[in-house]
């Protein structure tokens, strides 16, 4: 940066989160497996957090952007495919890791001006299946889906005091969040909840908004290891969520237990 700054527009940043702490399969594993893909995947905030400060002292206006080229999970490839093609399985899990990564970009939007999973088809933490004829939906497809709503909006500032997720003496964050307004002015928070056993009521404050109207959509699913397959493509998606109301300073919600939740404010 401190060279080359005025003749590159963007630094590349790859990070994987890995796998299970026990088990690097996809689909088989326990709470501890979920917990520890889940913390590594909320590192990401601390890697923009430090290479931003990096960037900010040679490039205060943030000319030079930061681009997250590779990030994802990365387990074990299914049994019985070649171990080079890289195909892996996804599930709730993963749609967490998604979700998560996500609310980080958009709070880090300033700096990152594009990141990209890896990889899209049948390779990593896909978004699609395919076999042969065949293709199906991933939960990570879907969070992609449900985020949509956040690209050319307005970041909105969010600060969150949430119950934490403890686990085998650890602690993580049980609540992940970012907000945005599109163009005309509707407002979208996506939540996510952590926990794989508990739902978690929040109070959300929206100074200044008087909440008209809201519609939620949520994906979860009543098992962690919860995945589509080619027999049963639609396992995990995403299902209309009405557990809030309006309230005069902002609105209420409960999050299921292990959710990703979109909420469109009007």
């Known amino acids: 940066m401190k060279r080359c700054k005025d003749q590159m527009s963007a630094l590349a940043l790859h990070y994987y989160c890995g796998s299970g702490e026990k088990s690097r399969s996809a689909t088989s594993f326990d709470e501890i497996d979920w917990f520890h893909l889940l913390r590594r995947a909320l590192e990401m905030d601390e890697l923009l957090k430090k290479h931003g400060e990096i960037m900010d002292k040679h490039d205060p206006d943030k000319k030079v952007a930061l681009i997250v080229d590779e990030w994802g999970a990365w387990h074990a490839v299914e049994p019985g495919t070649n171990r080079r093609f890289l195909y892996q399985q996804n599930t709730l899990r993963d749609a967490l890791v998604a979700a998560i990564t996500l609310n980080v970009f958009n709070r880090h939007c300033d700096r990152v001006k594009m990141a ?50 403890r686990y085998d003496g650890q602690v993580i964050p049980g609540v992940d969040v970012s907000a945005s307004r599109d163009r005309s002015d509707k407002i979208h928070v996506t939540l996510c909840n952590l926990n794989p056993h508990r739902p978690v009521e929040l109070d959300c404050r929206l100074p200044g908004v008087k909440p008209s109207r809201i519609a939620g959509r949520v994906l979860t699913a009543a098992e962690m290891t919860a995945h589509n397959t080619f027999a049963q493509p639609e396992n995990v998606k995403p299902v209309e969520f009405k557990d809030f109301r309006a309230t005069d300073a902002g609105f209420r919600v409960t999050l299921p237990a292990k959710a990703v939740v979109l909420l469109e404010i009007e």
Not at 131 to 157: C, G, N, R, S
């Open 116 to 165: 990209n999973i890896a990889q899209t088809v049948n390779v990593l933490q896909a978004m699609v299946l395919t076999d042969k004829e065949k293709m199906i939906l991933t939960p990570t497809y879907h969070v992609f889906e449900m985020y949509a709503v956040h690209q050319d909006a307005v970041l909105l500032p969010t600060e969150l005091k949430a119950d934490e997720y």
